[in-house]
């Protein structure tokens, strides 16, 4: 299935698969690809990172849950429910997301582009680490890719990617992206 290329129902997608893997993971403990990383701290990065995000760029307050140390599973509900109604608001279309980073954004794309993408490439670390489907969708990972490649040099300066893994060159669309964002597609686990 094909992912939307509407804000509130892409990321109703994106977030909705990324809850079937929490929901699916029997050991909060396993390692990630991501180094130094286990699943429960998949769920703690986007759990704890966004909210900030939110509140400094558009005084957006989203609802708490108990934190991924306690229950990882609720953790994201919350989380996830939350990012959902601010999308699923009419209100926000009128809204703007200001960040010294970025400029001044529609709240909707600032959402899409910066956090449902970091929920879709976030779901193959959860799923590998938990042994789950990993497969993600090829288009969105096309999209993201040639997006991220435009703008490589302020990505790696960021610090918030990890340096490129070479991949073969007639590698699928999924492995490419991985790569560029600096996961080993062959990760296997400890």
């Known amino acids: ?10 990321h109703r997608q994106v977030a909705g698969l990324f809850g079937d893997r929490v929901r699916g993971t029997a050991s909060w403990d396993a390692p990630s690809p991501v180094a130094g990383w286990t699943a429960r701290d998949v769920v703690r990065h986007l759990t704890e990172w966004f909210p900030g995000f939110l509140v400094a760029g558009a005084g957006i307050d989203l609802p708490r849950g108990p ?4 229950d990882p599973v609720e953790a994201w509900r919350v989380h996830c429910d939350g990012v959902q109604a601010v999308l699923d608001d009419p209100g926000t279309a009128h809204r703007e997301l200001n ?9 909707d794309t600032a959402i899409d582009r910066f956090y449902t993408a970091d929920v879709f490439m976030h779901t193959w670390d959860l799923a590998r680490a938990t042994g789950q489907d990993d497969r993600l969708d090829p ?3 096309a999209d993201l890719l040639a997006g991220m490649q435009e703008v490589e040099e302020a990505i790696r300066s960021s610090g918030q990617y990890g340096p490129r893994v070479e991949v073969p060159a007639d590698a699928d669309v999924q492995t490419r992206l991985l790569g560029f964002i600096g996961r080993d597609p062959y990760w296997k686990g400890a």
Request: aromatic content about 4%; some cysteine.
């Open 139 to 141: 288009g969105f990972c």
């Open 67 to 70: 934190s991924a140390d306690e």
């Open 99 to 107: 960040n010294p980073h970025i400029g001044t954004v529609p709240l």
């Open 1 to 10: 299935m094909a992912l939307s290329d509407r804000p509130a129902e892409r």
